[in-house]
């Protein structure tokens, strides 16, 4: 079978469910609301209160996230609306083919929309900031902007690799954002060490100026690759062996 | 020419054996109705054919070749399965591309299959809006997509108005025409019986029968022949001491079981005994289905039950 074709085919099912596109578009959308609103709003000082105008860039990477772990999930989890898998099965009965077509759209989709939601959002909150602004010639903004794009599609994919296995973006929604929410605000409190090595806070390490504690900046988005090759490997063996 | 081939095809799950070492072949250029009660093991089995299950034992091929290995498959198969299948949030020629862009079949056969199957004024409309019947039309389009010389078509007629039962049962038998391989299963008997050539019945996962539809109807059913006749006495005694069973004869009418039309006729005319009407009753694909599955009744009953219940025993 053709690959491009599969990969097209691929790509018109992301974009004709509204869920996907929607959560696609919002990683974006929320972004840049949220860091417009608060940087024209709240006093300059908070945006630096952990002295790192570069993390400060990308205070609203929490809602995006979100935004990204849905358009994974939904991507998913459309294939299993009613017996739709069985109808797609049908069309590329090679399962391996039709995995790594639907999870390279994801990633494909999430990068794009990850890198220009990144550097979109640096430069219009730094527009707001006047002569506290930072450009990308500060240490560590370029990888901080390259670094929040991978890190948006590093969490789609485990959200699209969970969803294979649990089949329902219900169970993965309900199970991540509470996780990212709550667990990781407490956890981070709690045990710093640990923390460092969650999914999450691993990938966010990049985002900072001078990433404290034992994790570096890309050795921490490497480690939340190594959760989303995880996600990705359990939901095939689940694609793989399972009746549709 | 292109033919399903089943052999010896087995499917476990857990507590039960949804196909049991089934064999059969499905040849082209007719429609084959795929007959059973509920829970027989027909969806299963056009599961394991399209690759979907993996089966326990044995193997299910189209054309020599196994589903999976299919080059752009839906060129060779077109299947319909379940008609909610199909994602609401999309448009109907949304769901028709997805499916012709993967296996490369130009974009105008989308349009062509939604005109075919009547839903061409919908074609932009979310799936969600449509209504069982238009759902499955959407089904049975997606299965001509590719224009297939094999096609699995599971419950076609469900939720079809009285129409498009008529259309579906004219589109059966244009393809077998074509020299198409169809396979269709249903539940409902007359409704098979108007558009099926050969039947394969499954009851508990395993084969009944593999036949033409005529001869099952004529194996499984007792010939019988209405008569109305000027003499009723006379044509009762002489057909009794023939050895027919002979019911009925008040008003003239009486039913003779076991005998066809002319047997019955040349008797009456070797007595002289003047008949005013003499017909062989049809026998239904339901009455014939029916005397098989009662025959059967004790064969099902014997079949191994599931592991669970023998062990609590």
């Given at each position: 079978?053709?690959?491009?074709?599969?990969?097209?085919?691929?790509?018109?099912?992301?974009?004709?469910?509204?869920?996907?596109?929607?959560?696609?578009l919002?990683?974006?959308?929320a972004?840049?609301?949220?860091?417009?609103l608060?940087?024209?709003?709240?006093?300059?000082a908070?945006?630096?209160?952990d002295?790192?105008?570069?993390f400060?860039?990308f205070?609203?990477i929490n809602?995006?996230q979100i935004?990204a772990?849905?358009?994974?999930?939904t991507?998913?989890?459309?294939e299993y609306?009613?017996?739709?898998l069985?109808?797609?099965?049908?069309?590329?009965?090679?399962?391996?083919?039709?995995?790594?077509?639907?999870?390279a759209?994801?990633?494909?989709?999430?990068?794009?929309?990850?890198?220009?939601t990144?550097?979109a959002?640096f430069f219009?909150?730094?527009?707001l900031l006047?002569?506290e602004a930072i450009?990308l010639?500060?240490?560590?903004?370029l990888r901080?902007?390259?670094?929040?794009?991978?890190?948006?599609?590093l969490m789609?994919?485990f959200?699209?690799?969970?969803?294979?296995?649990?089949?329902?973006?219900t169970?993965?929604?309900s199970?991540l954002?509470?996780?990212?929410l709550?667990?990781?605000?407490?956890?981070?409190?709690?045990?710093?060490?640990a923390?460092?090595?969650?999914?999450d806070h691993?990938g966010?390490?990049?985002l900072?100026?001078?990433p404290?504690?034992?994790?570096g900046?890309?050795?921490g988005?490497?480690v939340t690759?190594l959760w989303?090759?995880?996600?990705?490997?359990?939901?095939?063996?689940?694609?793989r062996r399972?009746d549709? | 020419?292109?033919?399903?081939e089943?052999?010896?095809?087995?499917?476990?799950?857990?507590?039960?054996?949804?196909v049991?070492?089934l064999?059969?072949?499905?040849?082209?250029g007719?429609?084959?109705?795929?007959?059973?009660?509920?829970?027989?093991?027909?969806?299963?089995?056009m599961?394991?054919?399209?690759?979907?299950?993996?089966?326990?034992?044995g193997?299910a091929?189209?054309?020599?070749?196994?589903?999976?290995?299919?080059?752009?498959?839906?060129r060779?198969?077109?299947?319909?399965?379940?008609?909610?299948a199909?994602?609401g949030s999309?448009?109907?020629?949304?769901?028709l591309?997805?499916?012709?862009?993967?296996?490369r079949?130009p974009?105008?056969?989308?349009?062509?299959?939604?005109?075919?199957?009547?839903?061409?004024?919908?074609a932009?409309?979310?799936?969600?809006?449509?209504?069982?019947g238009?759902?499955?039309?959407?089904?049975?389009?997606?299965?001509?997509?590719?224009?297939?010389?094999?096609?699995?078509?599971?419950?076609?007629?469900?939720?079809?108005?009285p129409?498009g039962?008529?259309?579906?049962?004219?589109?059966?038998?244009?393809?077998a025409?074509?020299?198409?391989?169809v396979l269709?299963s249903?539940?409902?008997?007359?409704e098979?019986?108007?558009?099926?050539?050969?039947?394969?019945?499954l009851?508990?996962?395993?084969?009944?029968?593999?036949?033409?539809?005529?001869?099952?109807?004529?194996?499984?059913?007792?010939?019988?022949?209405?008569?109305?006749?000027?003499?009723?006495?006379r044509?009762?005694?002489t057909?009794?001491?023939?050895?027919?069973?002979?019911?009925?004869g008040d008003?003239?009418?009486?039913?003779?079981?076991?005998?066809?039309?002319?047997?019955?006729g040349?008797?009456?005319?070797?007595?002289?005994?003047?008949?005013?009407?003499?017909?062989d009753?049809r026998?239904?694909?339901?009455?014939?289905?029916?005397?098989?599955?009662a025959?059967?009744?004790?064969?099902?009953?014997?079949?191994p039950?599931?592991?669970n219940?023998?062990?609590?025993v």
């Amino acid at each position: 079978m053709s690959v491009t074709a599969v990969l097209h085919s691929e790509w018109i099912k992301v974009r004709s469910v509204r869920a996907s596109l929607g959560s696609l578009l919002a990683v974006f959308a929320a972004m840049l609301a949220i860091t417009l609103l608060v940087f024209a709003t709240v006093d300059r000082a908070e945006v630096y209160n952990d002295g790192d105008p570069v993390f400060g860039a990308f205070y609203a990477i929490n809602f995006a996230q979100i935004a990204a772990i849905a358009f994974g999930a939904t991507a998913v989890s459309s294939e299993y609306a009613g017996g739709a898998l069985r109808i797609s099965l049908s069309a590329v009965p090679q399962r391996g083919l039709f995995y790594a077509a639907k999870t390279a759209v994801v990633a494909a989709a999430a990068l794009c929309v990850g890198l220009t939601t990144a550097f979109a959002t640096f430069f219009a909150g730094q527009a707001l900031l006047g002569e506290e602004a930072i450009g990308l010639g500060e240490p560590g903004a370029l990888r901080a902007c390259v670094g929040a794009g991978i890190y948006l599609a590093l969490m789609a994919l485990f959200a699209a690799g969970l969803t294979f296995l649990l089949r329902s973006a219900t169970a993965v929604l309900s199970l991540l954002i509470p996780f990212i929410l709550i667990m990781s605000f407490m956890i981070g409190d709690i045990a710093g060490g640990a923390a460092d090595y969650l999914p999450d806070h691993a990938g966010q390490h990049v985002l900072h100026q001078d990433p404290e504690g034992a994790v570096g900046p890309w050795t921490g988005l490497a480690v939340t690759a190594l959760w989303t090759a995880a996600a990705l490997l359990a939901g095939w063996e689940a694609v793989r062996r399972r009746d549709v | 020419m292109t033919s399903i081939e089943v052999t010896d095809l087995t499917k476990e799950y857990r507590t039960t054996r949804a196909v049991d070492r089934l064999t059969c072949r499905i040849e082209p250029g007719r429609v084959t109705g795929f007959l059973g009660p509920n829970g027989a093991g027909k969806s299963t089995t056009m599961r394991l054919v399209l690759g979907l299950d993996h089966p326990t034992s044995g193997t299910a091929t189209i054309g020599g070749r196994p589903y999976p290995t299919l080059r752009e498959p839906l060129r060779t198969v077109g299947a319909l399965l379940d008609p909610q299948a199909a994602h609401g949030s999309r448009t109907a020629r949304d769901h028709l591309r997805c499916l012709a862009v993967s296996n490369r079949i130009p974009g105008r056969r989308a349009d062509e299959v939604l005109q075919e199957t009547g839903l061409a004024t919908v074609a932009h409309r979310r799936i969600r809006t449509f209504s069982l019947g238009m759902r499955q039309r959407l089904g049975i389009a997606a299965a001509l997509l590719g224009d297939p010389s094999v096609l699995l078509l599971d419950e076609p007629a469900n939720g079809l108005d009285p129409e498009g039962i008529v259309w579906i049962r004219q589109l059966l038998r244009r393809l077998a025409r074509e020299g198409r391989t169809v396979l269709v299963s249903s539940h409902l008997m007359n409704e098979t019986a108007t558009f099926a050539d050969h039947l394969v019945v499954l009851a508990g996962g395993r084969l009944l029968a593999d036949v033409a539809m005529r001869a099952f109807i004529a194996q499984h059913s007792q010939a019988r022949v209405h008569v109305r006749t000027g003499d009723p006495d006379r044509l009762r005694t002489t057909l009794l001491a023939h050895g027919y069973a002979v019911t009925g004869g008040d008003d003239g009418r009486c039913v003779v079981e076991g005998a066809g039309a002319e047997r019955i006729g040349a008797v009456a005319a070797r007595e002289g005994i003047p008949l005013l009407e003499l017909a062989d009753e049809r026998a239904s694909l339901e009455q014939a289905y029916l005397a098989l599955t009662a025959d059967k009744a004790e064969f099902a009953a014997a079949a191994p039950a599931s592991p669970n219940t023998s062990q609590e025993v």
